[in-house]
């Protein structure tokens, strides 16, 4: 399995089966993979080398100069072979002048000094330069807290400036795209969003005009910086040039909690973190992981929350929409369900619910009488860009499959039962009635409508308030057959409830209760009776997801 | 004493009589050497330009590794300030260089060649245009040149005006239609991955036309020329406080720097003193009249020996400039006299290099300008002396921390002038003040 996106360059992934080499790093030898630059060969033992323009999965340019490092080849006899130290090593021959990590291949027999006078005057002076026509207007920018201008300047700069001219003065506040606003006089010209756009999106729009000091980042003249990937340059531009519209100025970053989950707006299932603070989601950045979506996200993933702070979210359950408890609806529902045949009742589920959802929906299902029961899920589908959007817009196809409630053609058919009046009543979760095709006036005169859901279903008697992708916990499978978390980063706002508990209580009710009280029990139970989770834990899942053998 | 010029490359320059057209060119021996060298193996004419050790970039750019080159660029981008000997040869012998080129494309195998113009050169441009077109007519360019089956075909480039497209790898970039941003060396020696990367030869205006003489003389005879290791002529620039400044061509190291002042350049003007020189393009090291040099130099039984020499005794060679910490660089010799302000000097240079860097890596983008400032400062009186020590550590923490070499170009004049001038740095830095 490989990423679902092609990175243009991969310079921390060795290719499979590259040779060790001996190399000495700061005076202790190691083994990395021959032509490793040496950035990401120090970064393997942990000695992080400063950079800015560096980028693991973009061209190398060499222009911050942040990475100079002292580095030396084997002192060679006449017969050149490496003249050995008397502890049997190379002897090294250190070049005098220092060397960017990022461009210097490791070879067998290199030295390597991170950390010597000359590296630590070097990045000193750097940062100093990249400093003098800086507005240091940390107070007001975005990125403090996660610049590496002030990371780097602690770590390797000076308290005082000598710097006692005016500064150069730059466009402010540039609007160059949708969802970008650009500050070129915070801009420390790495080139890396230049870089990203032209060779991951293909999108060549930005770039530099102007010369020496008064370079500037601009956007082609005519041309707006809006692909669906622009967003991406906001978390990999090291400074508080290009800001996000939608997060600047909403929180400090480091007040929000970073919780590891996925990305549900399609069926790649982008890793990502959602940064919250108490109840509420800021924002969603790209996770790591190699082989779903590397290091990014498109646009329309990373701005897919807002949704679940919406106004209109119901928050309580209704029913006949008067507000209700619990206890009370759900007894409630559980007398009116025993009025129906089983061929008279139909379930609308959906491929956004978590794998634990569907199966414990099968078992309600099963409980009300099995395949009798027209079931089905709302496709989807757009277009795919070929870059990470899949055309499946529904994050969990394959468990909707897995779980037999993708029933082609069965939403016609209800739809149809719904006119005719040979489906009495409706089950839908997770789903609008619009985008299932029925109108509030189809539903009218359905006997039972029950809407599982974060928004009101005016047509329904019951209304159960569930969860957001944000509030659960549970499990996805992406379109390469990755299994793959979601975390809790906020709690369900007011009286909404984990969809489980929620399907878990309508089997209770109608007399099935199975004694499962956490999503870990739930996994469990799932994955004793499901073949394509055998032996799988959450815990096994892990962060990075584990891929399912689905025959 | 006059030293006699040893003309080669300006031969035909300021010639009376002598015009710019092929007919003209053809009418004193032009392409004839071409001739002669169509009919030669490529590999002989390799053999005789390393036989005569030309000194230019990388011998004529003959490559000595076994790389293919695909593309022949001719750097004609002279902008180093105080130089202007390219310019001489493009307005006024344009066919030599053309013939250099063909030449030098031949001996490569080179079927495509680009002569990149720096864009102030608009005249000269059109003379090169006009040039190529008579050689064509002439079929001494183009398809099957006089009938051999080789094709070479020249296309001008004009640039937009950017010092820095002198660069080799900056002027590939332009060439290729990018920002004249250096490239990073490894990986992209010209030599390896070139224009459009392939490999590529890149040389300047003066080093292609002596590919004509070497052939002409016979690589051995040329190596006679100079001194050992430092063959062939070159042409100087002379700028400045002299009484006849001007171009010209003599012997590598056949007279020194003094000789060049006095004796063919008849002196300082209005008969003042030296204060100053800059002896390579606006880059290299200045030398402060008086200095004493402490340099190696091989006895006549063959031992080597330190040897003090004055500022005016020094041959104007590369291997002695480069042993006294500058270099022979571009050939245009800057000659200040003792009238001059050290500081408005450097300010003038400080302001060209902050004008011209290229703004790609963060020493040289943020240094140049700094330095600038700090100059224009000094110059004004408006600074103190701790500011001409910052200006020394600015300049330090540019030189060798760069993509290329511009890096060096704009920090060498600042650390030499403040090293060797310190004393009139600080105190004109704090006269404002005083008033």
Known sequence: MSCACKNPFNHDVPVENTPMVNVQIDGEWVQVPKGMNVVAAAERFQKHIPHYCYHPKLSVVGNCRMCLIEMGTPKMDANRQPILAADGKPEIAWMPRPQIGCATQVSEGMGIRTESPLVQECRKGVMEFLLINHPLDCPICDQAGECKLQEYSFEHGQANSRFTEEKVKKPKNVDIGERIVLDDERCVMCSRCIRFSKEFVKDDVLGFTERGSHTTLTVYPGKRFDNNYSLNTVDICPVGALTSKDFRFKMRVWFLKETKSICTGCATGCNVLIGSREKEVHRLTPRENEEVNSLWMCDSGRLGFHHIHDENRLTTPLVNGEKSDWSTAMSKLAHQLKNFQSNQIAIIASARMTNEELYLLSELRKSLGGDSILSDIVGRTGDADNILRNADKNPNTKGAQLFGFANNGKLKEIQAGLTNGSIQALLIFNESAAEAGLSLEALKNVPLVVNVGMRLNGAAHFNFPSASFAEKRGTLINFQNRLQRLNRAIPTPGQSRDDWEIIRDIKAAIGGGNGIHSVEELFKAMASSVPAFKDLTLGKVGDLGVVLNLG | ?435
Not at chain 2, 32 to 57: D, F, N, T, W
Request: aromatic share 8%; charged share 25%; hydrophobic share 35%.
């Open chain 2, 1 to 435: 004493m006059a030293i006699a010029e040893k003309r080669l490359i300006l031969k035909n320059i300021d010639v009376a009589g002598y015009t710019n057209d092929i007919e003209c060119y053809i009418k004193n021996g032009g392409y004839e050497v071409l001739r002669k060298a169509i009919a030669m193996k490529p590999q002989e004419i390799v053999a005789e330009v390393k036989a005569s050790g030309l000194r230019g970039r990388g011998g004529a750019g003959f490559p000595t590794k076994n790389t293919k080159p695909v593309y022949l660029i001719c750097n004609a981008d002279e902008s180093e300030p105080g130089t202007f000997k390219d310019r001489q040869i493009i307005h006024k012998d344009p066919h030599q260089l053309i013939e250099g080129m063909i030449i030098s494309c031949f001996a490569n195998n080179v079927k495509l060649a680009y002569l990149y113009i720096r864009g102030e050169f608009p005249e000269g441009a059109r003379i090169l245009e006009r040039a190529c077109d008579e050689a064509r007519q002439k079929n001494l360019l183009g398809k099957n040149i006089l009938g051999t089956g080789y094709d070479l075909e020249i296309y001008i480039h004009r640039g937009a005006g950017a010092y820095i497209c002198g660069e080799e790898t900056g002027l590939i970039e332009s060439l290729e239609g990018k920002r004249a941003y250096p490239r990073i060396k490894p990986p992209y020696f010209p030599a390896v991955l070139g224009l459009y990367m392939s490999p590529t030869i890149v040389n300047n205006v003066e080093t292609l036309c002596n590919v004509i003489h070497v052939l002409q003389m016979g690589g051995a005879n040329f190596s006679k020329l100079g001194k050992p290791n430092n063959t062939g002529t070159r042409v100087l620039c002379v700028s400045g406080d002299v009484v006849k400044p001007g171009y010209y061509e003599f012997e590598v190291g056949a007279l020194t720097l003094g000789q060049l002042i006095y004796d063919v350049c008849g002196g300082i003007r209005d008969g003042k003193k030296i204060k100053a020189i800059i002896p390579g393009g606006s880059s290299a090291k200045v030398l402060k009249a008086g200095e004493i040099y402490k340099i190696k130099q091989k006895q006549a039984d063959g031992s080597m020996a330190d040897v003090e020499m004055r500022l005016e005794d020094i041959p104007m060679d590369f291997d002695t400039m480069a042993a006294i910490g500058s270099m022979a660089g571009s050939g245009g010799v800057i000659v200040m006299d003792e009238t001059r302000s050290m500081p408005e000097c450097l300010a003038n240079l400080s302001e060209f290099y902050a004008h011209e860097s290229c703004g790609q890596c963060t020493p040289c983008r943020e240094g140049s300008l700094w330095m600038k400032k700090l100059t224009s400062r000094i110059r004004d009186g408006k600074a103190s002396a701790n500011d001409v020590g910052v200006l020394k550590n600015v300049a330090d923490n540019i030189a060798g921390r760069t993509i290329c070499a511009f890096g060096e170009a704009c920090s060498w004049p600042v650390q030499s002038f403040v090293t060797k001038f310190k004393d009139e740095f600080e105190t004109v830095a704090g006269n404002g003040a005083k008033k």
